[in-house]
């Protein structure tokens, strides 16, 4: 299995909907990411937690909102698609204790917003 | 805002032949270098780190720094089909990865 796990792996939606992108971790990690990837632009930072208690906004928080769960869930929501949304979403962990920057990818979410 | 800048190719070379590819960044402060590797479709996998000047060696791939240019490159020698794929520099600074937006890489038989 996966040390980090997204769901759904592929999502179609239409504009106006609310999406939840979930992603879970069993690498003990207490660093969490979500990152957008559109093509050429490489990835995108949208939410970052350091911990349960500490949600912070990235480069492209606009339009999203994020919930940790616990130390090993971390979920990305869109309130209300919209079709610039299209992109392939990637959750990532990394380790405070080390702290050299590496981070761990999920296997990614398709959403396809029409 | 940080910056992290790559060609976005493609580079095309032919099978055998040294692979160069190239980032520069904006912050001085930046403390470590990353280069990953994408396939199409997947997700982002480290295939080197660096993070003093010179050069780091790991079989075929060598990772280059020299942060007075503020430059970091990866050079993938006796390049090989299965090495086509999207190589994203990633610089670590502030707590923060901030990713390049990628070269994509051709190798041809």
């Known amino acids: 299995d996966a040390d980090v796990t997204q769901t759904p792996r592929n999502r179609i939606t239409k504009t106006g909907k609310r999406i939840m992108l979930e992603c879970s971790q069993t690498k003990g990690h207490d660093r969490m990411y979500w990152y957008r990837q559109d093509p050429g632009l490489g990835l995108r930072l949208i939410y970052y937690?350091?911990?349960?208690?500490?949600?912070n906004k990235g480069e492209i928080s606009d339009g999203y909102s994020v919930s940790r769960q616990a130390q090993a869930k971390f979920s990305l929501s869109l309130e209300s698609a919209i079709p610039n949304q299209t992109a392939l979403y990637f959750c990532a962990t990394s380790d405070i204790s080390e702290d050299t920057g590496e981070l761990f990818f999920g296997e990614g979410s398709r959403l396809t917003v029409l | 805002q940080k910056e992290v800048e790559q060609n976005s190719g493609p580079l095309s070379v032919p099978e055998g032949a040294i692979a160069s590819l190239n980032c520069t960044y904006s912050d001085r402060g930046s403390q470590s270098f990353f280069w990953y590797r994408q396939y199409s479709g997947k997700s982002p996998e480290l295939i080197m780190s660096i993070y003093s000047n010179g050069d780091k060696e790991d079989g075929r791939f060598t990772a280059q720094l020299n942060k007075a240019s503020q430059y970091v490159s990866l050079l993938i020698r006796d390049s090989q089909p299965s090495d086509s794929a999207t190589y994203l520099c990633?610089?670590?600074?502030?707590?923060?990865?901030?990713f390049g937006g990628g070269t994509r890489l051709m190798v041809k038989p």
């Open positions: 990633a610089v670590y600074a502030g707590n923060m990865l901030t």
């Open positions: 937690s350091f911990d349960v208690k500490d949600i």
